[in-house]
Nanobody
Framework: QVQFVESGGGLVQAGESLRLSCAAS????????MAWYRQAPGKQRELVAG?????????NYADSVKGRFTISRDDAKSTAYLQMERLRPEDTAIYYC????????WGQGTQVTVSS
């Protein structure tokens, strides 16, 4: 079945960096657009970044993270990454990966907490 396992979150201070990883399985990873989403306390889940499959690899980002976050993928490892730089307290959330459009399966996510 489709599975996503996110890792790499933690507690950091504002201005620091983190790199999240997402190991996916149960579907042909190399042919699917992958994305990172996040959900902050009391808010709806939102799209953070996406990356198209194949040689295109085009990426898109939420305005709030443009220039600070970078999404990438390693199709050989069925893994997606999110490099997060210059983190801000408002980036605090649980981060999830999924396909785009999303599958019904969601992983546990990884908590990112940014202190001021």
């Amino acid at each position: 079945q489709v599975q996503f396992v996110e890792s790499g979150g933690g507690l950091v201070q504002a201005g620091e960096s983190l790199r999240l990883s997402c190991a996916a399985s149960g579907f042909p990873f190399e042919f699917r657009t992958m994305a990172w989403y996040r959900q902050a306390p009391g808010k709806q889940r939102e799209l953070v970044a996406g990356i198209i499959s194949g040689e295109d690899r085009r990426t898109n980002y939420a305005d709030s993270v443009k220039g600070r976050f970078t999404i990438s993928r390693d199709d050989a490892k069925s893994t997606a990454y999110l490099q997060m730089e210059r983190l801000r307290p408002e980036d605090t959330a649980i981060y999830y990966c999924n396909t785009r459009p999303t599958s019904r399966a969601w992983g546990q996510g990884t908590q990112v907490t940014v202190s001021s």
